[in-house]
């Protein structure tokens, strides 16, 4: 499971709830729009060596952009997958 965390090949560091952690982050392609702001999702699959809990809204803060843990989609004993969002507003 490590190889797939070493920063460099698929994971890089992040900072989720406030702590330095090591995450997979896979974007989806398809953002929602309003005309005031756009809705981007992604996927963030953390060990759970790093992150024992995770909460609805709990922050992470991907190449400097807040993104928020939204729900949970699969987890197991060594790893959480969550979605995430962030809303970035473009205009109005």
Do not use: C, H
């Not at 989806?28 to 702001?37: A, E, L, T, V, Y």
């Not at 756009?38 to 060990?47: H, K, S, T």
Request: without cysteine; charged residues 20%; proline residues 1%.
């Amino acid at each position: 499971m490590s190889v797939f965390f070493n920063t460099g090949d698929f994971a890089e560091s992040i900072t989720f709830a406030g702590a330095t952690v090591t995450a997979i982050v896979t974007y989806k392609d398809n953002p929602m729009q309003d005309g005031i702001s756009r809705v981007r999702y992604a996927n963030l699959e953390l060990q759970k060596s790093e992150v024992a809990s995770w909460i609805y809204r709990d922050a992470a803060v991907i190449g400097g952009v807040s993104w928020y843990a939204t729900k949970e989609i699969m987890s197991d004993d060594y790893t959480w997958l969550l979605e995430i969002e962030t809303n970035q507003r473009i205009g109005g």
